[in-house]
């Protein structure tokens, strides 16, 4: 397996913030590693008329290359540490960089999922990578200069490899500590100063927490019997990491055990109190909530286990879809290692017609885990997680009724299209993203107050995946709250596969013997011919015409 920091990487950002590079501490100038990475990625001023191999020959990247060599060669002019105006214009360089070299990665990644040849693919993949590290290292002076956007930045970086670079935990863990303090770093920096020692310090109190952690979760499993299941193949699974930044997330010494593993006792979780019938006021309601709830109402509803044997879970998923693999990856490693499903945010950004909704379907249906679907397009309010028991409208949320029906106290709750949530914050039914900053917050979600019941239940052990086309229209302080993984769309290379299972699908719609849905060869290639990638949607559209042409066709077929 390739090193993730490997060659020039070892001076990257995630090699700073994993502690395999040091990072820059309070005597030394905050942009020693920025100065480090250059040299070592660019040794050579990069020339865009004939881009050299440090750029893997791209021109855009070659620019950026080059913007990133003058930066450095700037702040090399004699005695700029005690010029404040340099200072600032390198602070501002490097803020410009970071941004240019995201918009040209974010180029490079539309430009891969366009259906282009597969080795042109793996050459802008390098690219991207390229972008993205020189990206990375430029938040790095400015995160050790006290800029708490950049230290944000870094956390959700570090967050979307941590399954690939587990030493990068401590370093999540302890930024979010810190960060949840608005004083924090408490010293404005000056060109006298060196760097804050930020990296450093978030490293040291990630590790301490996890450390507590630890202990506090040895102690809590013993008492409640609880045995955690090695991987199948007997390595330890990665810890699943903390959720993205929020400023408002409580510090260590306040609430010290809020994102343990939330593997349960075996009895399992009270969800809806009986408690619940002394709230709702006058006999009718009660009788509603009883027919509503059933026998869910004060019992405790077991927890949905998790794959026995991940590898082939993932197998079979990423066999069915391998260019949606990151979006079942992204779950496993937040519950590697675990017995029971755990609350789970998770955003899967990627073009329409991608496979992105059956993805979430077919996850679900091979765990085993209920679920829900939410039309996020079609909600024109709140009401879909329900309307108060006290009004003549009264009607249960969905995931009170998901969870009522199926005795169960987790599910995955597919928020479909959630970008184009209609509705409006100005009106009196609001918006269905209002309610959910609650719910895609464990400690909150494990006591949510209920638009329907009025009273707090626990649902803090659900997985939340939303699907989007964009992330434009999500409001910021919900994609605070949700790690997003980015999708393309299939190529040609997996056409065969697409085919075969559109097809089989189509007999089985109608009844048929599932050998009239074989494609050969030849119609194979007429398919080719007129899908060269992209939309699955379109896929299915001419699979369909293929076959029902079939019918019309003369003769047996050969």
Not at 78 to 95: E, K
Not at 357 to 380: C, D, G, M, Q, W
Not at 418 to 441: V, Y
Not at 479 to 505: N, T
Request: one cysteine or more.
């Amino acid at each position: 397996m390739t090193d993730p920091l490997a060659g020039a990487e070892c001076y990257s950002a995630l090699a700073i913030l994993s502690g395999r590079t040091p990072p820059p501490v309070r005597e030394d100038l905050p942009y020693d590693p920025y100065f480090r990475y250059v040299d070592s990625r660019y040794p050579t001023m990069p020339t865009p008329e004939s881009p050299g191999i440090e750029v893997h020959n791209n021109v855009p990247l070659a620019h950026l290359g080059r913007s990133g060599r003058y930066i450095r060669q700037d702040w090399m002019e004699p005695s700029p540490y005690d010029d404040d105006a340099q200072a600032r214009v390198t602070l501002t360089a490097l803020g410009t960089l970071h941004h240019e070299c995201m918009r040209h990665a974010g180029i490079v990644q539309r430009r891969m999922t366009s259906g282009i040849p597969l080795p042109e693919r793996r050459a802008l993949q390098h690219v991207e990578e390229s972008m993205l590290s020189l990206a990375r290292i430029a938040l790095v002076p400015l995160a050790e200069t006290g800029d708490r956007h950049a230290i944000k930045t870094l956390v959700l970086a570090a967050e979307e490899r941590v399954h690939a670079i587990p030493g990068l935990l401590p370093f999540c863990v302890g930024a979010r500590a810190n960060l949840a303090s608005p004083e924090w770093p408490v010293v404005d920096w000056r060109p006298d100063m060196g760097a804050f020692g930020i990296i450093e310090d978030c490293i040291r109190q990630g590790t301490k927490i996890l450390d507590r952690r630890a202990a506090l979760q040895d102690i809590d499993e013993d008492s409640a019997g609880i045995v955690r299941r090695a991987t199948p193949t007997g390595r330890k699974g990665p810890h699943p990491g903390p959720g993205p930044v929020d400023d408002r997330y409580p510090g260590p010494e306040d609430a010290p055990a809020t994102d343990l593993p939330a593997d349960m006792e075996p009895e399992g979780v009270e969800v809806f109190p009986a408690s619940i019938l002394d709230a709702v006021g006058k006999g009718e309601n009660k009788t509603a909530v009883k027919q509503t709830l059933g026998s869910a109402l004060g019992a405790r509803l077991p927890l949905a286990e998790v794959p026995a044997d991940w590898d082939a879970w993932e197998a079979e998923l990423v066999g069915e879809a391998p260019w949606l693999a990151a979006v079942p990856r992204a779950l496993r490693a937040e519950h590697e290692g675990r017995t029971h499903w755990r609350h789970t945010v998770l955003c899967v950004e990627g073009p329409p017609g991608a496979g992105k909704t059956r993805i979430i379907r077919r996850i679900a249906r091979l765990s085993e885990l209920p679920y829900v679907r939410i039309n996020s397009e079609s909600a024109s309010d709140t009401s879909t997680f329900g309307t108060s028991i006290r009004w003549m409208s009264a009607q249960a949320g969905v995931i009170e009724r998901e969870l009522a029906g199926s005795r169960c106290a987790s599910a995955l709750v597919h928020y479909d299209e959630l970008e184009k949530a209609a509705g409006s914050r100005q009106s009196n039914s609001g918006k269905i993203t209002d309610l959910l900053h609650g719910l895609f917050e464990q400690e909150t979600a494990q006591s949510w107050r209920s638009p329907w019941l009025g009273v707090p239940v626990d649902v803090g052990h659900l997985v939340h995946v939303a699907t989007v086309n964009s992330l434009g229209g999500l409001p910021p302080s919900l994609m605070d709250r949700m790690r997003v993984i980015r999708v393309g769309e299939p190529g040609p290379e997996h056409l065969a596969g697409l085919a075969a299972r559109i097809s089989g699908q189509f007999c089985i719609d109608r009844g048929m013997d599932p050998r009239w849905g074989t494609i050969d060869g030849e119609e194979l290639a007429a398919l080719a011919g007129v899908w060269p990638g992209g939309s699955v949607r379109r896929l299915q559209r001419l699979v369909d015409g293929l076959l029902r042409a079939r019918d019309g066709a003369p003769g047996p077929r050969h």
